[in-house]
């Protein structure tokens, strides 16, 4: 994958902000999912924030391992990455390159579904639905 469908670094400061700082998790908490990180083991390590927060407990490493098992190399990889970011600047960023690997999946996919044995209209329809689900999240969430 290249690199401008992700960054590796902007995700462990991301994740590195939400473990040192509970206000840093709650101030962008609506604003990136899971879903967001390219690499699996951050995807975990956000929904394991996630089930602390939701659970009111705190974000701190003992709890976080209570909901997810996690890869102890990669986080010391987010523990050592420095906290101190523009963390709007950096969920900005992981959003955008979030949707650009979106709707790369989305495109490789397109050949598979034109040539599925459907009406024209049917597929026309399902593409346009899912081109705007991807375009929706973009608009509202102001990715620039």
Do not use: W
Not at 33 to 56: Q, R, V
């Amino acid at each position: 994958m290249q690199q401008e469908y992700y960054d590796l670094d902007l995700e462990r400061a991301i994740l590195s902000s939400c473990i040192m700082s509970e206000e840093a998790y709650a101030s962008i908490a609506g604003d990136i999912s899971p879903k967001d990180f390219s690499l699996k083991a951050h995807e975990d390590i956000f929904k394991a924030i996630i089930a602390c927060s939701n659970n009111k407990e705190p974000i701190s490493i003992s709890f976080l391992k209570k909901h997810k098992k996690i890869d102890e190399e990669i986080l010391a990889e987010i523990l050592a990455t420095p906290s101190m970011i523009d963390l709007s600047a950096y969920v900005n960023e992981l959003r955008e390159k979030s949707v650009k690997r979106q709707l790369l999946s989305f495109a490789h996919l397109l050949p598979t579904r034109i040539n599925e044995d459907r009406a024209v209209s049917e597929i026309a329809d399902e593409i346009g639905k899912e081109i705007f689900s991807i375009t929706n999240r973009v608009n509202s969430r102001d990715i620039k």
